[in-house]
């Protein structure tokens, strides 16, 4: 896990600081509900947090990258993105982040739990609009 964070520690500083960063994918860490608001994770999170959750949110504060998922009130089942094999075991794994400082140009991230992706995960999307300079 530690290889796989400092690869993408370098990856992010090789991009210019005027370009927007957004970073997704299946991290397999469990985010949860902060306590309380935060730039990193907001408190609409599904489930409890474990240790690799702990670990992409310390990524994340440390590069002012900001966890959508957990910014916007939805149902649960737009919450959750991986299901188990059983049906029975739900958890929000995946994740969108954004920069700080284009965060506010996340109007919903949400999951369509009705998407046929032929997976055990469900499709993640993020509706982003952004304003540009000429």
């Known amino acids: 896990m530690d290889g796989f964070y400092d690869s993408l520690q370098e990856t ?3 991009i210019p600081n005027r370009d927007i960063k957004v970073l997704m994918g299946d991290t397999n860490a469990i985010v949860g509900k902060a306590l309380h608001s935060c730039e990193t994770d907001g408190v609409h999170g599904l489930g409890e947090r474990n240790n690799r959750g702990d670990a992409y949110v310390d990524f994340c504060k440390a590069n002012n990258l900001a966890i959508t998922n957990t910014s916007f009130t939805h149902h649960p089942r737009r ?3 991986w299901t ?3 049906g029975k075991t739900r958890n929000q794994i995946d994740h969108i982040a954004i920069s700080f400082k ?3 140009s996340v109007k919903d991230t949400r999951t369509l739990p009705g998407a046929d992706c032929n997976t ?3 499709l993640l999307i993020s509706q982003i609009k952004v304003h540009l300079k000429k």
């Open 84 to 86: 188990s094999p059983d």
């Open 12 to 14: 992010l500083e090789s």
């Open 120 to 122: 055990d995960h469900q």
């Open 102 to 104: 284009w965060r506010s």
């Open 79 to 81: 919450l959750y993105t």
